[in-house]
């Protein structure tokens, strides 16, 4: 059970621990959220279960071998790469002062607003044969033909390294950002003091310390890398989640699809358990609760330059390719925006996103109390299994959503019918919840993930104490937990509002009718070849996507000026 | 803690906003309530002309994966009238779910052709498309060529197409399956594989941009596209992809091509039965299958409606008279096929 040790619990020896009053609630109200979030997951694996699979043989004989070395491939590019750059990054913009620090340290948060997909089609786009980077390689060579020169090919597996990581290193440069806030610059401070350098810093502090939120950030990036699907396909990287779509669309086998699906999660699950075994003897908490604050070394000459460019290199590939792409598509498109639909789709992806990503972080915060304040492993097991869905392929996932929410929907129903004639209908499955609800099950990781990490690094002394003086678990709480985990509530807000801004496949799925996203808007175009139609809106999606990073960015910044 | 407030401010206003919309949502429900994987661009202009002429709303949810499962998960609530999709395979599984119902219409069944409709009368095409070579006008020469020959070394590093397990290659390797037999089948596979000139990616107008690209000579794709890119004022630069192929209408050993189609079916539990009814026959007649078939640049399935200038430029197909159902039938062996020559690997060299 040591894999699943909660973190950030308040470890008591077991011989004077007690629930204490009113713990009780907060436990049960625990145990129902992660229900609630394990639920669609439980559908799938009773629809595994409840079918055999023709395919097995074939699938083992042919591609599932390429298509797991291919994933494990991914996985460890993306890990790489996202690891690496997330932070990086976040130190650099954490420890140190040097030209255009405050821009990028907001601005490393854009690429998250692009969508993997849409980032795939705008790398493809700028980097093929007729866009500007081989143009201009022509016209200064005076080459003809694509078969006179070598060029990279961006569709290939480094290409979907490289996009992906692109777009999904933010995840670990957030919630890192976050612990060398909250933590870091103590810790940095004593060393520096003992007189260690600030490379000795990184290595033999800031890193082991932020290890937890790195691990955290990789995760999540790679759940999205191995859910997806509509970059993999694009650029013809034939990844699990591509065999998982073959398997049940090409051969109609759903059970085959969910039992890869859920073979996949196996081993993701074990990667994750490892990971934590691996450092369940380190835990690092606050003495004291410290306001959060950036570093003030200030870099210069070629160190500065460096430090600038290592910020702007991934802003320049994850966000601004993918912007200019797209700027450039829909300047010729802007009578779109006359469009009304648009605008409801506007409307829409705001409200989903807003309820969304509200429900999800509230909730996620009451799943990390309520671990924090009883230390029940079993709830800890629970949430663990149960946020590890978001590596589901969102339309197999949505299935799972589906399944039981229409078959509780038909369940009220006939009892209305037979009991009042009155038909309920499809009052769940049917409308605006059943959206809501897949995005609180998707993203559930993200929101506990920040919020778990964020917990951690509150040290638990200051619960007894509040507890000690007197203070209810509520009041302990608002009054002392709330204030302190702030920049992890607002990374998780942040996360979650973005995710569910661009969310595609299970909004696809669950809609009612006439009901477009700004997503599921672009989608409709560029499944029909037509890409750049949608441009207008991809572009309203990276924008709704940087509202609530700037707004957020400037709360946390203002707050680490004051102090 | 001003932000939060701001935060919950937002959330309040966006569940108002989200009931409101969701509430108007449910209330657009109209008198036939259609599911589609067509998009919907594609098919608004036809309900409108069905609205306009009979006074009867349409609401649409486009759902490209998945759409079986949920209507057999909504079950007897469920909403959906009709269904429309592209693809036999589609059409097929629809049917093999279970969530269709056969239609007996006199007007259905003189309005389509018997090969366009399934046996049981569970789902009618109302366009076809043909799935052709696209060749480099520059660097082929050649104006006929059969399916077979696409395998010929000759064309070694010459190849270009979407993945294998795209739906329109998979319809057509299962057609191939029914005129030659499964080992013929992927023996052409495996050869179609050792001429490819990159590995499959990218939808079928990416292939066009290749040979305008130099990459490859050949490729498959479906016709429409190139009535989209010829006619895509937006992208100009895709009148030169266009313009750069031409479009050779190849064949089996019967001299025909291979189509797919796009149909529609009345779902098991349709609350609104006359109506969706009423709409299928509207889409099978004169009006709408000139407007619809337009709208794609694809083929009416009703006989004797003429195609737009554009398509007949593609040159006189003649399609395939091979039976839908048989394509549908071995789809599953076909994907499977794909896997096993390991065509979406690429070139093996």
């Given amino acids: 059970m040591s894999a699943v040790r909660p973190v950030g619990t308040l470890r008591i020896p077991a011989r004077i621990r007690r629930r204490g009053k009113g713990d009780g609630g907060y436990l049960a109200t625990a145990f129902a959220l992660a229900a609630l979030v394990a639920m669609p997951f439980v559908a799938l694996v009773w629809l595994a279960l409840s079918g055999s699979s023709s395919n097995w043989s074939h699938l083992a004989t042919t591609i599932l071998p390429e298509a797991s070395i291919v994933t494990a491939q991914l996985m460890l590019g993306v890990a790489l790469v996202t690891g690496t750059v997330g932070a990086v990054t976040a130190w650099l913009v954490a420890s140190f002062e040097f030209p255009g620090r405050r821009f990028f340290s907001w601005a490393l948060v854009l690429p998250l607003a692009v969508p993997t997909y849409i980032a795939a089609y705008c790398f493809v786009e700028f980097l093929h044969f007729a866009g500007p980077v081989q143009s201009a390689i022509r016209a200064v060579f005076g080459y003809k033909s694509s078969r006179d020169y070598w060029f990279p090919e961006i569709r290939s597996l480094p290409g979907a390294v490289l996009i992906l990581s692109s777009v999904l290193y933010p995840y670990v440069y957030l919630t890192v950002r976050m612990v060398f806030l909250m933590q870091g610059r103590k810790a940095a401070e004593v060393a520096r003091t003992l007189g260690a350098s600030q490379a000795a810093i990184f290595a033999k502090i800031l890193l082991p310390l932020a290890r937890p939120a790195i691990a955290v950030g990789v995760t999540l990036a790679l759940m999205e890398a191995v859910n997806d699907i509509g970059a993999v396909e694009f650029l013809g990287v034939r990844t699990l989640t591509f065999a998982i779509y073959s398997t049940w669309l090409n051969r109609g086998d759903l059970y085959g699809a969910t039992q890869i699906a859920l073979l996949m999660l196996a081993v993701i699950l074990v990667l994750v358990a490892v990971e934590r075994l691996a450092r369940r003897r380190q835990r690092f908490t606050l003495g004291r609760a410290d306001r959060p604050q950036p570093g003030s070394e200030r870099l210069t000459g070629g160190k500065a330059a460096l430090a600038s460019l290592a910020c702007a290199m991934p802003i320049i590939l994850g966000f601004a390719i993918p912007f200019l792409v797209l700027g450039d598509y829909a300047v010729r498109r802007l009578d779109q925006l006359a469009d009304p639909q648009l605008w409801r789709a506007l409307r829409h992806t705001v409200a989903l996103a807003s309820i969304t990503s509200l429900a999800t972080v509230l909730a996620g915060f009451m799943l990390a109390y309520g671990v924090r304040l009883t230390g029940s492993r079993r709830l800890v097991l629970m949430t663990r299994l149960a946020v590890i869905g978001y590596a589901v392929p969102g339309t197999v996932l949505a299935i799972g959503i589906l399944i039981p929410l229409a078959g509780l929907d038909n369940f009220v129903d006939a009892h209305m019918r037979a009991g009042f004639d009155v038909s309920t209908g499809l009052v769940l499955s049917g409308s605006g919840f059943a959206i809501v609800y897949a995005g609180f099950v998707r993203f559930m990781a993200m929101g506990h993930g920040s919020l778990e990490s964020g917990f951690a690094k509150v040290s638990p002394h200051l619960d007894m104490a509040s507890r000690t003086l007197g203070r209810t678990p509520g009041a302990t709480l608002l009054e002392v937990l709330l204030p302190l985990m702030r920049p992890a509530l607002l990374t998780a807000f942040l996360l979650v509002f973005v995710e569910a801004s661009k969310e595609l496949s299970a909004t696809i799925l669950l809609r009612p009718f006439d009901f477009e996203t700004l997503a599921t808007f672009v989608y409709a175009q560029t499944s029909r070849s037509a890409f750049e139609d949608g441009a207008v809106a991809a572009l309203l999606i990276v924008l709704v996507g940087i509202l609530p990073v700037a707004i957020l960015n400037r709360s946390i910044l203002a707050e680490t000026t004051r102090s | ?349």
């Fill in chain 2, 1 to 349: 803690m001003t932000t939060m407030r701001t935060a919950i401010n937002t959330a309040i206003c966006s569940i108002a906003m989200l009931g409101s919309s969701v509430v108007s949502g449910a209330a657009l429900a109209a008198d036939v309530n259609i599911y589609t994987s067509r998009q919907p661009d594609l098919i608004q202009p036809v309900l409108d002309a069905f609205t306009k002429e009979t006074g009867l709303s349409t609401a649409t949810i486009f759902i490209d994966k998945g759409l079986e499962e949920r209507i057999k998960a909504e079950g007897a609530n469920s909403p959906a009238d009709l269904i429309m999709t592209v693809d036999i395979g589609r059409l097929d599984a629809a049917k093999q779910a279970g969530v269709v119902q056969p239609v007996t219409s006199d007007v259905l069944e003189n309005n389509i052709p018997q090969r366009f409709r399934d046996g049981d009368e569970e789902w009618f095409a109302l366009t076809s498309r043909a799935r052709v070579v696209y060749a480099s006008r520059e660097r082929v020469d050649i104006d006929a060529i059969s399916y077979k020959d696409l395998a010929d070394p000759k064309w070694k590093g010459r190849l270009c197409t979407r993945s294998g397990q795209h739906q329109y290659n998979i319809a057509l390797i299962a057609a191939y399956i029914a005129h030659h037999g499964e080992d013929a089948a992927r023996e052409w596979v495996a050869g179609l594989r050792d001429n490819l000139a990159r590995r499959p990616e990218g939808g079928d107008r990416d292939q066009a941009k290749a040979i305008y690209a130099g990459e490859c000579d050949i490729a498959l794709g479906n016709t429409y596209y190139v009535g989209k890119m010829a006619t895509d004022e937006k992208e100009p630069e895709q009148k030169e992809w266009a313009a750069a192929i031409k479009v050779i209408m190849p064949t089996f050993d019967n001299g025909l091509t291979h189509v797919n189609i796009s149909g529609v079916s009345l779902a098991s539990n349709a609350p609104h039965k006359d109506n969706a009814i009423k709409l299928m026959e509207f889409l099978s007649s004169d009006e709408a299958q000139k407007i619809y078939a337009e709208l794609n640049y694809e083929y009416p399935v009703e006989p004797g409606i003429e195609t737009s200038e554009l398509v007949q430029s593609f040159g006189e197909l003649k399609p395939d008279t091979l039976g839908l159902d048989e394509i549908a039938r071995h789809r599953a062996k076909a994907s499977e096929i794909v896997d096993e020559v390991n065509y979406d690997g690429g070139p093996q060299s």
